[in-house]
Nanobody, 119 residues
Framework: QVQLVESGGGLVQAGGSLRLSCAAS????????MGWFRQPPGKEREFVSR????????SYSDSVKGRFTISRDTGKNMVYLQMNSLKPEDTAVYYC????????????WGQGTQVTVSS
């Protein structure tokens, strides 16, 4: 059974940094992608970043490119999202997700962690 558990959210001032972590278990597939999404207050959930587990290829939304960095630790089955130069508009619930066949379908989601950026 696949489980994803996020941590690391909190309250930070604009310009500050946070690192989100996602602990993944039960992933026994030959090729999968891990991703981060976010849902700002009153808005729909949106893509933030993803990383292909084997190979490490990454991609980012335009809104976070150059400020956020996704990484993974294959030995610990962890995915991270380093967020720098945070802005109030980054305030959202952040979700970890996995696309178990790397086919564009996000199959499993974590419970989310709140990030609040004050101005």
């Amino acid at each position: 059974q696949v489980q994803l558990v996020e941590s690391g959210g909190g309250l930070v001032q604009a310009g500050g940094s946070l690192r989100l972590s996602c602990a993944a278990s039960g992933l026994t597939f030959s090729s999968y992608t891990m991703g981060w999404f976010r849902q700002p207050p009153g808005k729909e959930r949106e893509f933030v970043s993803r990383i292909v587990w084997y190979g490490g290829r990454t991609s980012y939304s335009d809104s976070v490119k150059g400020r956020f960095t996704i990484s993974r630790d294959t030995g610990k089955n962890m995915v991270y999202l380093q967020m720098n130069s945070l802005k109030p508009e980054d305030t959202a619930v952040y979700y970890c997700a996995t696309d178990i066949y790397s086919d564009g379908n996000w199959n499993y989601w974590g419970q989310g962690t709140q990030v609040t950026v004050s101005s």
